[in-house]
Nanobody, 115 residues
Framework: QVQLVESGGGVVQAGGSLRLSCSAS????????FSWYRQAPGEERELVAA???????IYADSVRGRFRISREKTMKTGYLQMDNLNPGDTAVYYC?????????WGQGTQVTVSS
């Protein structure tokens, strides 16, 4: 059974920073290919950042230069460093991992940016 747990969300003022964590547990699961998504109220879930097995990364245009995706060498914990946050970043943030051909999601962590 694969389990992903996000943490690190909270309320921050515009211009502030947060670091989200994604911890993976379960038989043989690792964050070799994982990504962060977010979903704002009334909006569709959107890709924020992704990292491949080889370490290549992609970012949504709206966060490039402000957010950084990374992971531990153990491949069990991943991060999303978010700097210079603005109210448009307010959303529930989800971690997703591709494992044995299936996508697994965490429960999400709320990020609220006040102006």
């Amino acid at each position: 059974q694969v389990q992903l747990v996000e943490s690190g969300g909270g309320v921050v003022q515009a211009g502030g920073s947060l670091r989200l964590s994604c911890s993976a547990s379960g038989r043989s699961v690792s964050l070799n290919t994982f990504s962060w998504y977010r979903q704002a109220p009334g909006e569709e879930r959107e890709l924020v950042a992704a990292m491949t097995n080889g370490g290549n990364v992609i970012y949504a245009d709206s966060v490039r230069g402000r957010f950084r995706i990374s992971r531990e060498k153990t491949m069990k914990t991943g991060y999303l460093q978010m700097d210079n946050l603005n109210p448009g970043d307010t959303a529930v943030y989800y971690c997703k991992v591709r494992h044995l051909g299936y996508d697994f999601w965490g429960q999400g962590t709320q990020v609220t940016v006040s102006s």
